[in-house]
């Protein structure tokens, strides 16, 4: 339903997005801009939300009048190829849109050079953006990067700290903590530690672990062994560099690729690898701070610049923070909010452009100058003097 939302709102902003008439500074002149569809675009998919992701690529794709060659996930394309038959049920014309399958060798790469590709969307991490940043130079297609994050969660003494907690659960341990928005870091007032981590402690305790296809199931297994893996080394390395286990970290008895919801006291070492590295995971690096101005630094103190949270009943505060954030989201008091009339997107390593709202249809279209001389006066001759 979620997803209809998407296709819904650029279903009707299919007609609306026009151009402009300039007030031009030539006498006889007028001008105006169109706006036309950028041509072909390559949409290329990673394995988690992938209907979403997709729609928030398609359907402004469509809205501008291109066609989109959509790349599902190697490691799970089978919701891709359902929706493609819903798009053919529809009655959508061949051609308009289409999804294909394969790795990035034999079909990334080639549908990132393709030489009638104009336009390349694509969600994942930073080491793949660049390889398609290196592909797009054969085609010259424009590009647009939705990337991860390492989001920070701040949390300041006076905040709600019930809504908090139950916020930074949902930042974090929703979806496995398979999120590119997925609020990593906690920034914690130090006056309030020990009492918030306490509350998220006893929230995490009561989180039920189990199959996804079981109704009563609330999290659920990670989507591939090497992230498991490499989770399970991030982790143990932390640990050894001063980072204190305060929950989590423990075998799961049952088949599949279970990483259990984990929390680690990183306050005595800022830079411990779970702090800095993007993990796609159930893991929660925690850091206190003494005042804003601390704050701010340790939340910018990244690479990544997707998404932040702030939980503050100070209003001045909260419009002081936001504004010195480096991040393209904040949300204030709430956390992973989305809607279609709203911009999505980062700075920094977290890429560049802009999914959801008007901004979105937009990155698919380009602008045609026109230009249309009034006078009924012959254009003079250019090689006479006047």
């Known amino acids: 339903a979620y997803v209809a939302e998407y296709y819904r709102f650029y279903a009707g902003l299919a007609d609306k997005m026009d151009g ?24 290329i998919i990673p394995w988690n939300s992938q209907l979403f992701l997709s729609a928030v690529k398609i359907g402004p794709a469509i ?15 089978t919701p891709l190829l359902g929706f493609a038959e819903l798009v053919h049920e529809a009655g959508f014309p061949a051609g308009v849109i289409n999804v294909i399958t394969g790795f990035a060798e034999g079909c990334g790469t080639v549908l990132t050079q393709h030489a009638q590709v104009d336009h390349i969307a694509f969600t994942g991490g930073a080491d793949t953006a ?18 991860g994050g390492k989001s920070p969660f701040i949390v300041f003494a006076d905040a709600d700290l019930e809504s908090a907690a139950n916020a ?17 870091r906690l920034l914690v007032d130090e006056q309030i530690k020990d009492t918030f981590i306490e509350k998220l402690t006893s929230k995490v305790r009561g989180i039920v672990i189990g199959c996804p296809q079981q109704q009563e199931t609330q999290f659920g297994p990670l989507c591939t062994e090497r992230q498991k893996s490499n989770i399970e080394q991030v982790v143990s390395r932390s640990i050894e560099q001063g980072a204190r286990l305060v929950i989590g970290n423990q075998p799961i008895d049952r088949p599949g690729f279970y990483f259990p919801p984990t929390i680690l006291d990183c306050s005595a070492v800022p830079n411990a690898e779970s ?46 923070v936001t504004r010195k954030l480096r991040s393209g989201v904040v949300w ?3 956390y992973r909010v989305v809607s279609p009339l709203a911009p999505f ?4 390593k977290s890429g560049f452009g802009r999914e959801g709202g008007i901004d979105a249809a937009l990155e698919y279209t380009t602008t045609k100058t026109v230009w249309l001389r009034t006078s009924d006066e012959p254009i003079s001759d250019p090689f006479i003097m006047r």
């Open 20 to 43: 402009a008439t300039l007030s031009i500074d030539k006498a006889d002149m007028e001008t105006w801009i169109k706006r036309e569809p950028v041509g072909v675009v390559a949409a």
């Open 63 to 77: 809205a501008a009048g291109c066609t989109v060659v959509v790349k599902a996930a190697e490691v799970a394309p």
């Open 130 to 147: 660049r390889h398609i940043i290196r592909n797009s130079a054969e085609n010259l297609a424009s590009t647009s990067l939705e990337l």
């Open 168 to 184: 930074q659960v949902a930042a974090i341990f929703s979806a496995s903590g398979q999120s590119c928005v997925a609020g990593s």
């Open 275 to 320: 702090v800095v590295q993007e993990l796609f995971g159930p893991v929660l690096s925690v850091l206190t701070f003494k005042d804003e101005a601390e704050a701010i630094r340790l939340a910018n103190g990244t690479e990544y610049g997707l998404a932040a949270g702030v939980f503050t009943q100070n209003l001045t505060r909260a419009h002081r």
């Open 332 to 334: 204030l008091n709430t």
């Open 345 to 348: 997107g980062g700075y920094g």
